[in-house]
T-cell receptor
């Protein structure tokens, strides 16, 4: 069974304090790993897709990386507006099903 | 602007009642999905549809029903058979099988059973 584990469950950072969120996965043949951002009471917003180990994607203060067993979402010099829950998901390919992790709730304090 | 519209945003239901959640998209996407989100759990797939007049059960389809009569619309009915319907429901769409993981979500509908 495909599994996605995100850590930590919650993270509190001071504005400007860089850190990383982790997504560990177990899947039979990874077709894609996805990162989403979700604000309270809203639907998730797609951020990145990573397809193979060694791949990196960047968007503003966010950088996602992928290895064969995990992905990291690095947040450089975060701002309060980066506060949200970040979701990781994997697609094993073939059958149309994506498995989501529970998410990491990030709070950036001014 | 293209996107996914879910309605209503908040819905209250008495036990024993069926309710229908609306989902409309103008992105011209072939695939549409319904997910359920509960605290402390990842998004769970209820139903999905790849094309009009065709849909498949996800992981937690019991107590739910859907239809896909138009490409733009994918309504979800929460029936009285769903034992624990209070949750946040999310509709999503994707271009197709190639980029299934790149999902576009609506704003969600929060259902509360009284």
């Amino acid at each position: 069974e495909d599994q996605v584990t995100q850590s930590p469950e919650a993270l509190r950072l001071q504005e400007g304090e860089s850190s990383s969120l982790n997504c560990s996965y177990t899947v039979s043949g990874l077709r894609g790993l996805f990162w989403y951002r979700q604000d309270p009471g809203k639907g998730p917003e797609f951020l990145f897709t990573l397809y193979s180990a060694g791949e990196e994607k960047e968007k503003e203060r966010l950088k996602a990386t992928l290895t064969k067993k995990e992905s990291f979402l690095h947040i450089t010099a975060p701002k309060p507006e980066d506060s949200a829950t970040y979701l990781c998901a994997v697609h094993p390919g073939g059958y149309q099903k994506v498995t989501f992790g529970i998410g990491t709730k990030l709070q950036v304090i001014p | 602007d293209g996107g996914i519209t879910q309605s209503p945003k908040y819905l209250f239901r008495k036990e024993g009642q069926n309710v229908t959640l609306s989902c409309e998209q103008n992105l011209n996407h072939d695939a549409m999905y319904w997910y359920r989100q509960d605290p402390g759990q990842g998004l769970r797939l209820i139903y999905y549809s790849q094309i009009v007049n065709d849909f498949q059960k996800g992981d937690i389809a019991e107590g739910y029903s859907v239809s896909r009569e138009k490409k733009e619309s994918f309504p979800l009915t929460v029936t009285s058979a769903q034992k624990n319907p209070t949750a946040f429901y999310l509709c999503a769409s994707s271009i197709g099988s190639v980029k299934t993981g790149e999902l576009f979500f609506g704003e969600g509908s929060r259902l509360t059973v009284l």
